[in-house]
Structures are given as C-alpha cells and as structure tokens.
T-cell receptor, first 113, second 109 residues
C-alpha cells in the first residue's frame, strides 16, 4: 500500500440500508478527513479527525458517523442511506492539522436508490 | 458567510498561457491552496500561498493578494495533459479548507 486507499470503488445501495466506506492510509499521518463532492459544488467536509481517538464534525455531518480507533483507519458510516447521499466520497489525510497539505484517496462513487 | 468563487469553465490552446482566477471570503485566513483534479480521479496538490506575491513552480505559478481576497493560478506552455479541473481552496481560522466548485480547463490542439 502506498498513500491512501478507499473501498469500495463504487457502490449502488438501496435507501434505508447501512453502509460503511473504508479508508486506510500508510503515511502515519495524524489528521484524516472525509469529503463529499457533488457536481457544481466544491468539496464539502463531512467529518475529520485530528489524531487517533478524536473526531469532529465538518460542514455537512448529518446522516454520517466516523470513528478513529487507530492512526491508519478512518471509516465513514451511513446509518440509513438516503438518495441525497448519492455522491463521490473522498478520504484525505495530512501530517498535521493546520496548513499541512492534504492528500486524497481515489474516492468512492456511491449511488443511493 | 464563507465563499469561494472561480470560473466554471475555461478553454485554452496547447502551448499557450492561461490564468485561472479565484476570489475568497473566509472567517479568518490561513492560506490558499490550488489542487488539480483529472476527471474521475482524486485531487492532487499544486500549490500553497500564505504571503502576498507570486510562487513559481515549473510551468505553474500561483499568486496571492490577501488585501483583495484574490488568487490566481497561471499555467504556461499548456499541454493536453493539463486538461483537468483546478480547485481553489482557502483555509479559514479553524484550519478547515473552504473549496470552490472548480474550474474545468479544456485544452484544444
């Protein structure tokens, strides 16, 4: 593994189902982030974690939850998916908080029907 | 509120120069980032400016004016592979990135 990996690459999900998007980084970065990207809109921060064991809410956290049990993994869970959660989801990481560059995973394309 | 504005789409010719502008309004300011995103791929880091002025990095340069809330990305000697979306993002006082919707750059031969 080099960098950030995300799984699955894409998924079609029925509304009401529970779904966990996985994100793993091998750079030993302290901070991790989840964004969603929708056509015509900028990336929007869902949740973030400044260090293992801590998480925080971003701009659009409703309907999503995260956990950060260790440095490498930062899963994003949709408890009960709705069609408005159809989007491309990117996980990112940075060495520290503040102005450190964020590095992005390849993304998960999620469709909720 | 916080806001980033950049043009939706631009077209330029291979070998030419193009300037992509970005204006920002944020609660506090801790720098301005530019990322490149090819279709269907992840954003990749291009540049970071926190002080006024021009930062040059090969064919790409980025400029910042903090007093005007303005930045631009300058791409020289355009190549077909530069066809991509260019994302402007400003870091606010909480060190969170506020992203523009991106500028899709189309390069024609």
């Amino acid at each position: 593994i080099a960098g950030i990996t995300q799984a699955p690459t894409s998924q079609i999900l029925a509304a009401g189902r529970r779904m966990t998007l996985r994100c793993t980084q091998d750079m030993r970065h302290n901070a991790m982030y989840w964004y969603r990207q929708d056509l015509g809109l900028g990336l929007r921060l869902i949740h973030y974690s400044n260090t293992a064991g801590t998480t925080g809410k971003g701009e659009v956290p409703d309907g999503y939850s995260v956990s950060r049990a260790n440095t490498d993994d930062f899963p994003l869970t949709l408890a009960s998916a709705v069609p408005s959660q159809t989007s491309v989801y990117f996980c990112a990481s940075s060495d520290g908080i503040g102005t450190d560059t964020q590095y992005f995973g390849p993304g998960t394309r999620l469709t909720v029907l | 509120g916080q806001n980033i504005d950049q043009p939706t789409e631009m077209t330029a010719t291979e070998g030419a120069i193009v300037q992509i502008n970005c204006t920002y309004q944020t609660s506090g300011f801790n720098g301005l980032f530019w990322y490149q995103q090819h279709a269907g791929e992840a954003p990749t880091f291009l540049s970071y400016n926190v002080l006024d002025g021009l930062e040059e990095k090969g064919r790409f340069s980025s400029f910042l004016s903090r007093s005007k809330g303005y930045s631009y990305l300058l791409l020289k000697e355009l190549q077909m592979k530069d066809s991509a979306s260019y994302l402007c993002a400003a870091m606010d006082s909480n060190y969170q990135l506020i992203w523009g919707a991106g500028t899709k750059l189309i390069i024609k031969p």
